[in-house]
């Protein structure tokens, strides 16, 4: 039986989840073939966590709250890998305000 994780995000980029964050999350979920990643949203359904469509679709402005979920052998350090990438806001630097 393999094990099932979750936990819970929120996206702090000003850019909300777009494309440029989601490959790099899409690149972490990839590094676990053996576990499978769903990102979940309330009100949608859970997304494959490897679809750059699917994750899209959820939409995820700044200060929208996503639940990864994570289940497989691996599960625990997929899903620490998984929230890294969103702690370190995707990589992206903010831009100045001036």
Do not use: W
């Not at 929230?83 to 903010?94: A, I, K, M, S, T």
């Amino acid at each position: 039986m393999s094990e099932s994780l979750r936990q819970t995000v929120t996206i702090t980029n000003p850019n909300g989840f777009h494309m440029r964050p989601i490959e790099a999350f899409i690149m972490a979920a990839n590094r676990y073939p053996d576990c499978n990643v769903t990102v979940a949203k309330a009100g949608k359904d859970p997304a494959n966590g490897r679809s750059m469509l699917a994750l899209l679709e959820l939409y995820s402005p700044a200060g929208t709250e996503l639940v990864i979920e994570v289940s497989g052998p691996r599960a625990a350090e997929a899903l620490q890998a998984l929230v890294q990438v969103f702690q370190l806001n995707f990589d992206e630097e903010e831009q100045p305000t001036r």
